[in-house]
């Protein structure tokens, strides 16, 4: 029996590690300590931090592992790097990954490499975090350099704004710097992809729904597919090869951020691993494969088939809470009835669990995912969704529709 080695316990690890399981692969679990629900579903657990290489590097020659790999979070993705080098695996290049979970580094890269990208500066105090806010011209993107997920971002109108945004991006960072970006008009929108023989083999642009956090926008949900010409779909293709060849990533995912506008394409970063938020599922639903099982196939060196055989358009929001409470009630039987009417619905807490008001990506508390091109009727969804949840005694479309009228 071959032996996989997720990294990461999560929600967003959580299909990954059942899909291995489905393809009958001894799956180990690394993760540190905590109320992870993929500790549940592993064949073998180790409680370690995903950044610490050494200590996985040993447990992955003790298991003698097939793989190595994880989903929807950049933490873990340059121990991958690491352990792929060492144990010669299939995988991301570690320099690549080196690269891909810097900010800095990966704008230093693009620039090399042609990437269109916007203007930054890596500074390392509030006073240089301000000279370069002023030599880009404002509104700028003071960002943290290693989180993903909107974390340690905000965007900036004025110079007022800045010691606190410097601060923001260096609290929770490993790194003695940030980077500060231009700040690009036009329509965001995510693009993912697959790199095999430093080729996009591949690629997935998609829309992206956003909701306007204290900081930056947060990514909610995603709508497949995204609808362009030919020539718009033609450069997103071009800019996110020349940032693969940039970045050295091989043998991996590949998720990014990507502005449109007219049919000019920058790339704002990019991950060696693919999207949270319901990405894979929907690529799944769409091209009509199981995009984790093919993640999983590649890791272990075995052949993958990204063949699209279905055309079904599909999106997906998160269920988030306005506020930070504990989940109370929860209606079983009418969540119940709304999967039986062919709702996707994923509840990743049960009562008594609590939950953090909507910060980044990271606060969900389950997801929808229905066959559509309408977001009304997705939103319709959410709204049933939401009616059968209550935190602290109050239902949760109540407590967004007061949100929302503020």
């Not at 990461?8 to 905590?34: E, F, H, K």
């Not at 793989?67 to 352990?83: E, K, R």
């Not at 506020?323 to 709702?343: A, H, P, Y």
Request: hydrophobic letters at 40%; a negative charge; proline letters at 3%.
């Amino acid at each position: 029996m071959k032996k996989i080695m997720i990294l990461g316990a999560g929600i967003y690890q959580v299909p990954l590690i059942r899909t291995a399981r489905r393809m009958g692969l001894y799956t180990i679990v690394v993760s540190i300590p905590g109320d992870y629900p993929g500790f549940a579903l592993a064949d073998k657990i180790y409680e370690l931090n995903t950044r610490d290489k050494e200590a996985i590097l040993a447990a992955a020659e003790k298991e003698q592992i097939d793989g190595i790999c994880t989903s929807g979070t950049d933490v873990a993705v340059s121990t991958i790097g690491y352990i792929c080098e060492k144990m010669h695996l299939s995988g991301i290049p570690y320099e690549a990954a080196k690269i891909l979970t810097d900010k800095a580094k990966m704008k230093d890269a693009f620039r090399q490499g042609g990437v269109s990208a916007a203007d930054g500066m890596r500074v390392r105090s509030a006073e240089e975090a301000q000279k370069a806010a002023e030599q880009l011209g404002y509104p700028v993107v003071v960002k943290r350099v290693d989180s993903s997920g909107s974390r340690g971002i905000t965007v900036v109108e004025h110079s007022g704004q800045i010691e606190e945004a410097y601060e923001n991006a260096r609290n929770g960072s490993a790194r003695d710097y940030v980077l500060v970006e231009k700040f690009l008009r036009g329509t965001e929108i995510g693009v993912d992809g697959f790199v095999q023989n430093h080729k996009l083999v591949f690629l997935a642009p998609h829309t992206k729904f956003v909701y306007r956090g204290a900081h930056t926008t947060v990514p909610v949900g995603h709508a497949f597919p995204y609808g362009c010409s030919g020539a718009l779909r033609e450069e997103i293709a071009r800019q996110m090869q020349l940032a693969v060849t940039a970045s050295g990533a091989d043998q991996c995912s590949v998720n990014a951020d990507v502005f449109v506008d007219g049919e000019k394409v920058w790339i704002i970063e990019m991950g060696g691993r693919t999207g949270a938020t319901c990405i894979p599922e929907l690529i799944s639903t769409y091209y009509g494969f199981d995009f984790y099982e093919q993640m999983i196939k590649s890791a272990l060196g075995e052949e993958t088939d990204f063949q699209q055989t279905e055309s079904c358009p599909c999106m997906a929001k998160l269920l988030l809470s306005p506020v930070s409470g504990t989940i109370t009630q929860i209606d079983r039987d009418q969540v119940e009835r709304l999967r039986q009417e062919g709702l996707e619905l994923v509840l990743d807490y049960p009562e008594g669990h609590e939950v953090s008001a909507m910060a980044d990506g990271t606060d969900r508390i389950g997801h929808v995912i229905i066959k559509t091109d309408r977001e009304a009727e997705l939103d319709e969804q959410m709204k049933r969704v939401y009616r059968c949840i209550w935190i602290d005694g109050k239902n949760l479309e109540t407590i967004w529709e007061e949100k929302t009228a503020k």
